[in-house]
């Protein structure tokens, strides 16, 4: 079980939001490239990262400090990020300075071929976030409801040769109010790529209740709130999680 700190990014900070709420957010660092470092020592074996300012714009807004960051960390371990990403030239900007996955949410729901062609273009290097409700998925920083089912679309875009799902409960993010393990394996059971989990996740019986569900093909966890509070020590949990490896 692969355990990831996020590092949210909104104007040159580190946050964190409780629902994707942009006026709920709290700062945990001035530095964010600091803080990329902190995990890195720490036994981070990848890192999340995302601009919040391009999640609402519909463009990278933070790109300077995500190059730094990658910079800082990216020849160690893998960084990944979303928010803001609507069309070819941003990915291949992005991968050019080394970021190793584009998350593609919102646009991969308004614009599945934008997605398609992502996936043709730079195989091995897409993911999709997939941010839902009681089934059902949101965009447009979780404003939006959309009718479409969270398992159609997943199995779509698994078709399309996307490489991971990262799966939200938005009812849960930033909450630390536990993980939804029932609608995560319920996802994990419908396609043959790797989900990783994200939202909710509080202390080391969430990632108990993770590992024993691993087999079902959650392949990771994205932690935020929870290692920035002190809920759950990350170091910790990583090992917790290496052991109890299937």
């Known amino acids: 079980m692969l355990l990831i700190p996020a590092i949210d990014l909104k104007d040159g900070q580190c946050v964190r939001l409780r629902q994707g709420d942009l006026d709920d957010a709290t700062i945990f660092s001035e530095d964010p490239t600091a803080m990329a470092t902190h995990w890195l020592e720490r036994g981070a074996r990848r890192l999340h ?38 069309d070819l030239d ?35 290097n897409i993911i999709v976030g997939l941010d839902a409700r009681d089934g059902k998925v949101a965009t447009d920083g979780w404003s939006k409801l959309t009718k ?10 698994e078709d399309y040769g996307c490489e991971a799902i990262i799966y939200t409960d938005i009812g849960r993010d930033g909450m630390l109010s536990g993980v939804n393990i029932e609608a995560t ?9 790797p989900v990783i989990a994200s939202g909710g996740v509080t202390d080391m019986r969430d990632i108990d209740a993770l590992c024993a569900v691993e087999e079902e093909g959650i392949e990771g966890a994205i932690l935020g709130r929870s290692i920035y509070e002190g809920t759950l020590d990350f170091e910790a949990a990583q090992k917790r999680a290496d052991e109890l490896a299937p």
């Open 49 to 86: 990262l995302v601009d919040l300012n391009g999640a609402v714009a519909g463009k990278p807004k933070n790109e300077a400090l995500i190059k730094a960051i990658v910079g800082a960390v990216g020849d160690d371990i893998p960084v990944q990020i979303g928010g803001g990403i609507r």
């Open 90 to 124: 941003t990915i291949e900007r992005y991968l050019d300075f080394g970021i190793s996955y584009v998350i593609i949410g919102t646009a991969a729901v308004k614009n599945p071929g934008f997605l398609h062609d992502a996936c043709g273009a730079f195989p091995g």
């Open 148 to 157: 479409h089912d969270v398992t159609d679309l997943a199995k779509k875009f």
């Open 185 to 193: 394996v319920r996802l994990a059971q419908h396609v043959r790529i």
